[in-house]
Structures are given as structure tokens and as C-alpha cells.
């Protein structure tokens, strides 16, 4: 098979290098982010918790200092490394709660129909009146502030995402002859799902993964910035950010550090889900113009 | 088309039943005890029960619940036990900070995103979608918080144009209170703004492949006459749908930023609240916010055979 039938549907070149351009950096991008937490456990530039008032508010540069010192004379790389630790905890717990839950509740929807997918849809609509950020000030009400509160506020907010995600791409699945076979010779709904749907869905479910992943690292950075998050003295960039508001009018650059090493684990992981889209889901390609 | 409004209604009153549900069940049956956590490490047994029977917690949960929601019907959602004040009084007075703050962050939004993502969509694959769909990506990584520091530290703190922070209230300063609402709301609508260029991009796209645009085409009309005549009121639908969606997100935005810029909105109330341990107050905040969602949502769902005939025949 050479020749022309290998060049049907396939997109122009400069095309393709720009989608793996988004896979590239997404993956670099995401990978630091990685590997930064993993280094922290072994070492950091400076003890990030070494509280040193006399070498506060140092610049770039200053005294060994790459990023420079906060308000209590700690050094900014290391809080940032170590900090690096506790978003990507945060993240996949809130993923992994979404995904727990959001998948079964979705393939029972799609496989059951009828009143039971109408209840999960509807139960999915409302959870949508309870934004993260909500559910994260009850859930502080109820059991107090910590990383846990906020990683279930998170996780729980995107249960519905997940099940609804879940349910669509279920739905076509389930049409299939494949599908229709094992119904045929008594399989159960449940065997079929496990066996037959989700290996099917996969690639949909991780593209979404990977970009409630970015949303949970803007979540927990919001959470703990309000201070309902995590608690000091963890590291963590959205207390940081907290940290840095106070003085903003001393040290400007207080705030540039924490809000760019989100915005840049954010952009890894949204860059990361759009080259996963177009890598692992040839239909959309045809779908797209 | 009478019966899409009935079905609708009644989906929004059970919804808000059931969000009331959720709202009292997570402050009162999980683990945790209200009276303790008011409390804190003064606790005394005797001051623990004494606080509990005032709160009426010595009670069955459903009898608490029935109390509250029969409040709640009459438009009461009680008096807050740290301060002595009406909650309802409260919220509403809050809700005339946030209230505009929303719009404000949700027009600005659908001013810069509707037409980028028409013109990224029209210039499909050129210089202006690239460099349209490069911004919208880096938008959506920026936490709107942050972004507000920036532009505090730049615009307020720095060269002065803006205010910090704070609110001069309405009846005393409208103008400064608008402005002090300018830089809250633009933070707000950079982050919603680029995943709203996004979606109108990509409904504009899918349009544009539809068979009634080819007819257009094929009659003689340009590229843009049949966008402008027959793409957008049919690209409006999925793009209003989201809007609905973002609008829960902005309301969950303004709660950070109200606390970014010090403004007193109900974000701001709800999180004095939880410091205060004033749980009847953040209940009652609460279950406001999830019902303005719950509103704005039945709205749009209206609001579909205005903007597509179709839905009314169905």
C-alpha cells in the first residue's frame, strides 16, 4: 500500500508539526513540573522552611538566591520545588475522586437509560449550582480548612463532568456491533461496559483527565490562596500568592514567581490534553476542517 | 413549547429543592460538630450543650431541615448567631456588589470573545487564528487571582490609575465605585473570555461545514455574508449554552477576587463567614449562589426557542 491511498485524509505537514508542537511542549512543560517534585524529596537549593528574617526581601541573584527571598527570608526556589509537590497531590487525588466516581455513574447511565440515566443527568446538572470553590467553603464549614477539604471540594466538583464525558462517548459505543454481540450471547451490562466500553473511551476519558488536571491545579492555587486550602506550614503556591498580596507595595516580584509556575503547569497540562486529543483520537481529525 | 417551559419549571424547582438538600446535608451530617467548631478550645461541656439546644442541633436532623427549608420558603433565611443580623439582609446587601461585578466580567468577556472567535473561525488556519487561539491558550492558564495582583501592582499600586481595592458603595460614590470594579472584572473576563473565543470558535467552525451554508455559498453569497447571515444565530446556541456554564464559574471567580481587591461582595461574606465559624450565614450565602445558577440556567434554557424556531416545534 504505497502511493497516493496512504495521503487520503491526511492533513498538511505544517499542520501535524504544529499539533505535536502542543504535545512537545505540553509534555516538557508537564514534565518539569514532575520532576521538580521528585527532585524536592532529595534536595533543594536552600531548606525551604528556613525562616532567616535578616535575608528577607533579597532580589534575584542576591546572596545565592536565584529567585531571591519572601517576607520571612525563605528561599523562593525551594518553596516553589516543594510547593511543585503538593499541586501535583492535590491533582491527581481530585482527578482520581473525579474519575472514581464520575465513570461508573456515567457508563450506569448510558448502559441502564431510562429514569436511571435521567436521574444521573439531572443529579449532574445540579452538581453544576455547586462550583469547587463552593463546595470547598462548605466542605471547610463542615470539617475545617486542609489540603483534604479542598482536594474532595475539587474531585466532587467534577464528578458530573467526568459522568457526562463518560455517558457520551459511551453511548455510540454501545451501538456497536461488538457491543451488540456480547449482549447477544448474555453477557451482562456491567462485563460489557468494563470489557467492551472502556477500552473504547479510553482516549477521551485521559484527554479529559489531563485538562480537569489543569483546572484542579487553578482550583487548589485559588483554595489556598482564599487560605480554606492548604494549611502552613506546607508549601504552596497559592499561599504564596496570599503571602505575597500583603506585600505587594515592598516586594512586587513577590507575586511573578508562584503565578507563573501555575500558569505554566496549567498550560503544560492544557497543551498536553489538546496534542493527546489529536494523537490518540483520529476521528476528530476527520471531524475537523 | 408550553410543555419545554413546564418541564423546565419544574426541573428548576425540584433542582432548587434538592441544592438546599445538599447545601443543609453538608454542613450538618457530616462528622463534625457546629457547636465545637463555633467553640474552638473554649469548649465546655456545658457551654457545648447549652450552645447546641440554642442552635436547635440538639434535634433530629430531618426536624432541622424541615425548620430551615419551611424558613426558607417564606423568603427567611434567618438571623446569623455571631452577629444578630439578618442573613437574608446581609446577602442581599453583598449581592449589590457582586451582582454587577458578574455582568460587568461576563460582558467584557462576550465583547472580546465573540468577535475573536468569529474573526479566528473566518481566518481559519491564517496569521489572525493563530495568533487569536496562542492568546486564548495562555488566558486560560493565568488564575484570574493573579492576574488581578498584576494589575494591582501595576495599575493601582504603581501608576495609580485604578483603585486597589476597597468600594466606596454605590449611593455614596458611584462613579468610584465603578471604578473601583473595572480592574475585578477585567481579571475575571480574561480567564472566562478565552474559553468562551474557544467554544465560539469551534461552534463557528462546525457551522460553517453545515449544508445550509454550501446553499448560501452556492446562491452567491461570500464567505463572510454567509457567516454573518446564516452562521452566527446558528453558532448562538452551543456559545449560549456555555455562557451559562462560565457564569457558575465567574460567580465561583468573584468569590477569589472580591478577596483579591477587598471588595465586599457576597464571596467576601461567605469566607468572613467561615472564619467566624457563622454556619447558618454561610449555609444561607450558600445556597443563594448555587440558586442564582440554578436561575440563570433556567433562563438560558428559555431563552433557546427565541434564539432557534427549531426548539419550539419539538
Redesign the interface.
Known sequence: MTGPLQDVGRSSGG?QRWRRANLVVGLVLVGIVVVTAVVSFFWTPFDPEQVTVADRFFGVGEAGHWLGTDQLGRDIVSQLMVGSRNTLFVGVLAVGIAIVVGIPLGGLAAVRRGWVEELVM??S??M????????A????????PSTRSAMIAIGLAYVPIVARVTRGAALPVLERDFALAARSYGRGRAFIFVRHVLPNIASVLIVQATVLF?LAI?AE??LS????GTQPPTPSWGRS?ND??TF??VA?TL??W??LA???S??GF??LGDGLRDALDPRLEIG?? | MALFTLRRLVIFVVSLWAASVIVFALLSVLPGDPASVILGTQATPESLASLRAELGLDRSVVAQYLEWSGDLLRGDLGTSYINRLSIGGQIVDRLSVTIPLAVMGIALAVLVAVPAGVLAAARHRKTADTVISTLSQLGLAVPAFWAGLVFVTFLAVRWRIFPAGGFPGWSDDFLGSLKALVLPAVSLALVQGAILSRYVRSAVLEVMNEDFIRTARAKGLTRTEALWRHGLRNAAIPVVTILGLQLAALLAGTVVIESVFVLPGLGNLLLQAISRRDLLLVQGAAFVIAAIILLVNLVIDLSYPLIDPRVRRR
Open positions: 499542520r439531572r443529579l446538572d445540579l453544576f449550582a455547586f462550583p469547587a470553590v463552593l463546595l467553603i462548605l466542605l471547610v464549614g463542615a470539617l475545617g489543569a487553578l492555587a485559588a490562596f482564599l487560605g480554606i500568592l505575597a498580596q505587594i507595595s512586587p507575586a511573578l508562584p503565578g501555575i500558569a505554566l496549567v498550560l492544557n497543551l475537523r476542517t
